[in-house]
């Protein structure tokens, strides 16, 4: 059987949020914590690590949207926005804070447990194409500082580059470290130096 889903909602509305709790409530999800506004959202996330966030707002304002922004930077989760307000401006603005669905003009109990698998299959669709994105960033900077200490090596050991290349894998073997770092440590060296 699945785990229930923890959730911490937010209400940044004069509604009372007991509708849209019960209503998570009868479709099987935790409710860990309820905030007032916006503005405990990160502590209250990075403390008890929800696997989801939900908003109640009329229209999300630009403070909402910030401390989500600051909640999502910190301790990325999917974010579920219910609001009135369908202007595209203001979904554009959301989407940009991270609320990961965004859904206009009522919270129907039924509609609710595929809102929240969606808002989350597409969380973690984002998160694996950022977490490749931050990879290929790491390997053409490692790729690079290799290239350069490899320049290093041939123009101070008269070397060519395969044999650049072999001194340095042999160090980083030696050492237990990674190439790159072997690379990053004689290009600081070098710099140091002059």
């Known amino acids: 059987m699945n785990k229930a889903l923890r959730l911490v909602l937010v209400d940044d509305t004069e ?3 007991g509708a849209l709790r019960d209503a998570l409530l009868a479709a099987g999800f935790e409710v860990i914590a309820e905030v007032d506004s916006a503005f405990a959202l990160a502590d209250v996330v990075a403390r008890l690590e929800p696997d989801a966030v939900i908003v109640d707002t009329d229209s999300p304002s630009r403070d909402v949207l910030e401390h989500i922004a600051v909640m999502h930077q910190d301790a990325p989760r999917p974010i579920v926005m219910f609001t009135d307000d369908g202007s595209e401006a203001r979904i554009k603005e959301a989407i940009r804070a991270g609320v990961t669905a965004y859904v206009v003009d009522g919270l129907s109990p039924a509609r609710l447990k595929p809102v929240l698998d969606v808002a989350i299959a597409r969380f973690d669709e ?4 950022r977490n490749e994105l931050a ?3 790491q390997q053409l900077l490692d790729r690079k500082i290799i290239d350069r200490a490899k320049g290093l090596l041939m123009k101070r050991r008269n070397i060519d580059e395969d044999a650049a290349y072999q001194l340095l894998r042999k160090t980083a073997m030696t050492r237990g470290q990674k190439l790159a ?4 440590q004689l290009v600081e060296a070098t710099e140091l130096l002059g």
């Open 135 to 137: 990879d290929t960033r």
């Open 15 to 17: 509604r009372e949020l």
């Open 181 to 184: 770092e072997v690379a990053r």
């Open 126 to 129: 984002e998160r694996k194409l």
